[in-house]
């Protein structure tokens, strides 16, 4: 057995272990097994990091936008020159293709980083002017402080990414946590940004369910941050309130996927697969709930369930893969758990089964016919997993489309525009996609409503979630 590779916590521009000593093994999901270790962080690590952070954040807060454009810049840069190294610390995190990997993430990871590096020096906001006789008002807009930043499994270097380049173009300092599962790559990127930002802006502390609490409750922080299921959200929004902190949720999705009877059915199989087994269906947006028209529903449920048996999973260096396996144990276990409980009514179409005996691969799998009120329907399953129901007219579509907990993402397969515009606006969900699935931009907001959460990431939108409005008032009497 190798030796396994130790990860630290960066704190104030040094990389350290935990206070206490404590560690978590971490896990390649391809394999099963462990091959690091990460720090178990407590209080004494989050006091640390949070001190540090607000130690480096009125020095921080007063460069010039100019001044954070060109840090973040030089950010974007080394990204770049070490996408390799990225890539292959992110795969063996989350046995990711290593291919789609350097082709999927480094290139919009580098263009979010450079976005915001732009935003930084346009924040707008109203001119001045006298609203009252003899008074001149303006507006300022400035960091919030110090953020406690959460981020997720499924893509942790991404995630990253969407956490700290906002928040520090603003002038915010930043205490980030990566999942348990898969901090490797984290760690990493806080090697790179530790060559380029002043010590304290940027500190990584690694742990559990536990040291997020910490960080959330921490008194220090202003702004609590997180990417991640629909219950973390809901105990940070509680933890948070306690002391009135701004919070910013970007949580669970269940995105239908509305296909009309005038759709090119090859095509839309063709994109909805993809976007529903991309990254072993472990996205928030992920193409998984699919509603179709029922003049074609037996034969988009044929041509379907032949994409999922085409579609092919396993080994990161296999070029032919399109996705990995599951992330850790306890999601195999639930995706297994959804299709085992599948009601009578329910027919497995592909799939349905765990891939090989050695890490968490799981096959591309189809279910049709299933009911509204169906658990596979209503809750996220998180997995390559691809639902399919048959509906008879529009209103029906908007009804089931709209009948879930989240709010995040959906998208409607149509070739009347009339009827797309009218999809678009009845959807309750904070993007519709038209004849397409899964894209972002970075000058586009991504975060949803109802149980999706609040706030937004990416955008001018994102930007600003990351500011605070002060109104200045001054008279004109001398």
């Not at 206490?20 to 989050?46: F, H, K, M, Q």
């Not at 760690?187 to 530790?194: D, H, K, N, Q, S």
């Not at 369930?305 to 306890?330: C, F, I, R, S």
């Not at 109802?450 to 930007?463: I, N, T, V």
């Amino acid at each position: 057995m190798s030796e396994l590779r130790i990860l630290r916590n960066h704190i104030n521009g040094e990389f350290r272990d935990a206070a206490d000593g404590r560690t978590t093994d971490v896990v390649n999901p391809a394999t099963g097994e462990v091959y690091a270790t990460a720090p178990l962080s407590a209080a004494a690590d989050v006091d640390a990091a949070m001190a540090a952070a607000a130690a480096a954040f009125p020095a921080w807060r007063d460069t010039t936008p100019s001044e954070r454009q060109k840090a973040l810049l030089k950010i974007a840069d080394a990204f770049e020159a070490r996408a390799d190294e990225l890539v292959a610390v992110e795969s063996e995190n989350t046995g990711k293709p290593i291919g789609l990997t350097a082709s999927e993430e480094i290139p919009p990871m580098v263009d979010q980083i450079r976005f915001f590096a732009g935003a930084a020096r346009l924040l707008e906001g109203r001119s001045a002017g006298e609203y009252m006789e003899g008074m001149t008002s303006i507006v300022r807009r400035e960091p919030v402080g110090v953020c406690a930043q959460v981020a997720p499994w499924n893509y942790p270097m991404m995630m990253a990414v969407w956490k700290f380049a906002p928040a520090i173009a603003a002038g915010n300092t930043v205490v980030l946590k990566p999942s348990d599962t898969t901090p490797a790559s984290t760690v990493l990127i806080a090697e790179i940004i530790g060559e380029i930002l002043p010590k304290g802006v940027f500190n990584v502390v690694c742990g559990d369910r536990e040291t997020g609490r910490l960080m959330v409750e921490h008194p220090t922080p202003a702004m609590a941050s997180i990417t991640g299921s629909v219950r973390a959200g809901i105990q940070v929004a509680g933890s948070a309130a306690k002391d009135v902190k701004r919070v910013h949720l970007e949580l669970g999705g269940k995105a239908p996927v509305v296909v009309f009877q005038d759709t090119d059915i090859a095509k839309a199989v063709e994109d909805i697969a993809v976007a529903g087994y991309f990254n072993a269906g472990q996205d928030c947006t992920a193409a998984t709930r699919v509603l179709v028209h029922e003049s074609i529903h037996d034969e988009f449920v044929s041509q379907l369930a032949k994409a999922a048996a085409d579609t092919k999973t396993g080994a990161a260096d296999d070029e032919d893969v399109l996705y990995g396996p599951l992330n850790n144990a306890n999601q195999l276990a639930q995706v297994t758990g959804f299709i085992e409980r599948l009601p009578a009514h329910a027919k497995v179409e592909a799939g349905g089964h765990r891939v090989g005996d050695k890490g968490y691969f799981y096959a591309p799998t189809v279910v049709s016919g299933l009911k509204q009120d169906d658990e596979i329907i209503q809750n996220e399953v998180f997995g390559p997993v691809i639902t399919v129901q048959s509906f008879t007219d529009e209103d029906q579509a908007v009804e089931w489309a709209n009948g879930v907990e989240y709010a995040l993402a959906s998208s409607v397969w149509t070739k009347d525009h009339a009827r797309a515009m009218r999809m678009s606006k009845r959807l309750d969900f904070g993007c519709v996609w038209i004849n397409t699935h899964i894209p972002l931009v970075a000058e586009m907001p991504h975060g949803g409503f109802k149980k999706s959460g609040y706030g937004k990431d990416l955008s001018a939108y994102g930007f600003e979630d990351y500011t605070r409005i002060k109104h200045v008032m001054t008279s004109l009497d001398g």
